[in-house]
């Protein structure tokens, strides 16, 4: 009959209304300032720059390649490659950013740039309480508060970070095989030399076999080595 | 003459005047209600509280809005900018028989003659029981011609079947 | 002890005759209507907008706990700790809302835009003026036309509706000031011809009248509200759908729909005229709610005899707040119709069933003194719920379990 429907529909939302007062389970939402939810691991809101020293501004994986500002579709980073180099965690010497700003009002969180980095340099972040009163400088964001330690990346994005190391990790053995390998070429070139030095001449100075050169790093999130 | 008939009258004929001169016609619509409820003031001010309210619920609760429908529904609502079809000289002669029928009733009215008007106690029952009574022809022809504009109305917007097809 | 009561009960009265008699030694003689009639509308100013304040509030949170979500809880008194369960958000609403920037579409017509809200406002508030708010507490007893009064103010605001929507120069507007007079015409019909049944049975257009046609007291205990006749409860529920229809609220809201036309008729408005469109809106319907209340829920009377110390006024402010709570209530559960349902409802069930339960009214009268109690009311029930069941079978839900073709 006409009106059953809305009878029954009336029920339900009243036992919703009491149900509210007296069963917490019911209640969806939290009380956000005082109450958080813990924050899922797949969340994502601006990009953030990994560092990997305890001073932010030296340990910056970022290399001022620029692809990220390239591929950035709402082109929200701006980048300014520094005049002189540095060396990265693989005792490499690199560029490092002078400048690096992201306009999150621009950032429309796409993470295009997290997939284009070569360098598993730039990563979200999931700060979100971003607001602020001045609607232009406020809102863009230097590097010195896009640093963010690698701990902070474990921590929030725990299984993003531990791939991201294994990659880093991969890339430093293949540096030290590489140098080791040079090293290890370096030096039997350099005893062969010096054999046949030493063959051709049975008195005289010998000259020093060249040393290796190649830097010794640990692990990527320990210091470059200078 | 009274401070408030003044008012009143200076309102319903100003609003008429309005209604009958502005340009667009949702202006003239509105220009038109206000006229009708100064007509209906002026019935409060005789002590006609039943057709007074009655004018407002009928004049401006419904013809109003017919009228505003009419013109959302058949026309835009800028303002035409050509002269008026028909010269506003022909509207004299009509002008002038409603004046001669309004002046013919008033003067045959115990208004006209400076009789003291008889005053009868007019309740809504008595206005009801006219209704039944004395006035149930007119009241009868009334229903009939607005059932037969409803049906005209329903028989031009029923969609035709084959149309359709 | 009685005496104390008949003085809670007449205290506004009384406290008007008082201030009326100080001020007749002061002031000059033609002041003195003028005086009574500002003591008349303070009281009305006063007291029906905080009820929108608290409403607003109330019903937010209402709606939350529905949803199983907290609702405002916040706004307290300002500078310190003290929340207030939330009520303090009327005042921080209130206060955004008068200080806002009043935005005027460059296109708009400014005069018929600036005039809308006012002339909605105006007969919202007016027909106040004819409500029986307690015993001897009616500002304008108007004895031979009051609820015509009603009606007619009630019909006036259509015309500001339509001036909103059209003024603004916006398609939504428009769109919300046609839906709203489509609306508001058609459920005029059911609401005037529910309420005519009163008007029968009573047999004046007082409002006063019909309270005091309702004084009888039954069985000894019951006082005869028309609530309690076949006719009377039926009435009351078609009065009360048209009544939610005639003041836009859900399921009837389609002249505002969010999700289909922003806010309708008043999406062009900003600030204090949208704060006047809110208010007029609820305004409106706790006008129409306090007419109900005096047609069928006895007005300022109790419900029974006993009760009779608790003073009247509270009465008729305690069924008020109760039938705005049921308001808010079928705004949780119910969802929005169609505009073809909606009208197809106005005309096709709520018509009939009124013009039905006018006949029924009219026996029910005729037969005050030849039939049994308990035969005119099973006859007036059955001439009544068999056409229910019959109008009704055409506007139940026609899908069963819904089936989703492509998820399956």
Not at chain 1, 23 to 52: C, G, S, W
Not at chain 1, 153 to 168: C, E, F, G, T, W
Not at chain 3, 35 to 51: C, D, Q, R
Request: charged residues 15%; contains cysteine; neutral net charge.
């Amino acid at each position: 009959m006409l009106g059953t429907g809305i009878l029954k529909g009336m029920v339900e939302t009243a036992k919703n209304f009491a149900g509210s007062y007296h069963d917490p389970e019911r209640l969806t939402t939290v009380e956000y300032p005082e109450q958080r939810i813990a924050p899922k691991e797949n969340a994502r809101q601006f990009p953030m720059l990994i560092h990997d020293t305890e001073d932010p501004m030296k340990g910056l994986r970022c290399v001022a390649c620029q692809i990220c500002e390239k591929e950035c579709p709402p082109q929200c980073i701006y980048i300014v490659k520094s005049k002189d180099k540095r060396a990265d965690y693989k005792g490499q010497m690199q560029f490092y950013p002078a400048t690096f700003d992201i306009d999150i009002s621009v950032c429309m969180s796409c993470q295009i740039c997290v997939e284009v980095c070569p360098f598993e340099s730039i990563k979200m972040d999931t700060e979100f309480e971003l607001s602020n009163t001045d609607r232009f400088g406020g809102l863009l964001i230097h590097k010195e508060q896009l640093a963010k330690s690698n701990e902070h990346y474990r921590k929030i994005h725990p299984a993003d970070a531990a791939a991201s190391d294994a990659v880093l990790a991969a890339e430093v053995a293949k540096a030290q095989a590489k140098a080791k390998a040079d090293a290890e070429a370096k030096a039997a070139k350099a005893a062969a030399e010096a054999k046949a030095k030493a063959d051709a001449a049975v008195a005289g100075t010998v000259p020093a076999p060249a040393t290796s050169t190649a830097p010794q790093p640990t692990s990527p999130p320990a210091a470059p080595a200078a | 003459m009274t401070l408030s008939f003044a008012i009143l009258a200076g309102l319903t004929v100003g609003s008429a005047v309005a209604a009958m001169s502005l340009r667009n016609l949702v202006h003239c619509a509105l220009g038109l209600v206000l006229t009708f409820a100064g007509l209906a003031g002026l019935y409060l001010q005789l002590n006609a509280e039943f057709v007074g309210f009655t004018q407002i619920l009928v004049y401006v609760g419904a013809v109003a809005i017919l009228i505003v429908f009419a013109i959302l529904l058949t026309r835009g609502t800028e303002p035409a900018n050509e002269p008026a079809a028909v010269s506003p000289w022909a509207g004299l002669p009509v002008a002038v028989l409603a004046f001669l029928a309004m002046a013919a009733a008033v003067l045959a009215s115990p208004v006209g003659k400076r009789l003291a008007a008889p005053v009868p106690e007019v309740s809504v029952k008595t206005l009801g029981q006219k209704l039944m009574t004395d006035y149930v022809l007119p009241l009868e022809v009334l229903a009939l011609l607005l059932t037969a504009a409803m049906l005209g109305a329903v028989i031009i917007a029923m969609k035709d079947k084959e149309d359709l097809q | 002890m009685a005496e104390v009561f008949q003085a809670i009960d007449q205290f506004p009265v009384t406290l008007k005759t008082w201030l009326l008699g100080h001020a007749a030694g002061v002031m000059p003689e033609w002041a003195l209507p003028l005086l009574s009639a500002a003591l008349s509308i303070t009281p009305i100013l006063a007291v029906f907008p905080l009820l929108f304040a608290l409403t607003t509030v109330i019903e937010r949170k209402g709606l939350g706990r529905i949803q199983n979500r907290r609702g405002p809880n916040r706004v307290g008194i300002p500078l310190t700790n003290i929340r207030l369960a939330g009520f303090g958000q009327f005042i921080a609403d209130g206060i955004k809302s008068l200080t806002k920037e009043d935005i005027v579409p460059r296109s708009a017509d400014k005069v018929v835009h600036f005039l809308a809200p006012i002339a909605l406002l105006i007969p919202v508030l007016l027909t106040y003026s004819v409500l029986p708010f307690g015993r001897n507490m009616v500002p304008l007893d108007l004895p031979q036309t009051g609820l015509l009064f009603f009606f007619a103010l009630g019909a006036s605001t259509e015309l500001s509706v339509f001036m909103a929507g059209w003024s603004s120069r916006n398609k939504y507007s428009l769109l919300g000031a046609m839906r709203a007079i489509a609306q508001m015409v058609s459920y005029e019909i059911p609401l005037i011809l529910s309420a005519l049944t009163v008007v029968m049975i009573a047999g004046t257009l007082s409002l006063s009248g019909i309270v005091e046609s309702q004084a009888e007291v039954r069985f000894g205990f019951l006082h005869s509200w028309h609530l309690f006749t076949p006719w009377g409860l039926v009435g009351f529920f078609l009065f009360l759908t048209a009544a939610a229809a005639e003041a836009n609220r859900t399921p009837f809201d389609l002249p505002e729909a969010e999700s289909e036309i922003i806010a309708g008729y008043f999406t062009e408005y900003s600030g204090f005229k949208f704060a006047i469109f809110f208010l007029a809106e609820y305004l409106g319907l706790f006008a129409m709610c306090g007419l109900g209340i005096t047609l069928f829920l006895g007005g300022w009377l109790p419900p029974f005899k006993f009760l009779g110390f608790i003073p009247s006024w509270c009465w008729f402010l305690g069924k008020l707040v109760a039938l705005i709570l049921l308001f808010i209530w079928l705004r949780g559960t119910l969802p929005r119709l169609r505009t073809d349902q909606l009208m197809g409802f106005a005309w096709k069930f709520l018509l009939p069933m009124t013009l039905i339960n006018l006949f029924v009214a009219g026996l029910w009268h005729l037969s005050v003194t030849s039939v049994p109690m308990t035969v005119r009311w099973i006859g007036g029930f059955a001439l009544l719920a068999i056409p229910y069941w019959l109008l009704g079978r055409g506007f139940e839900a026609k899908v069963g379990k819904r089936e989703y073709r492509f998820a399956n």
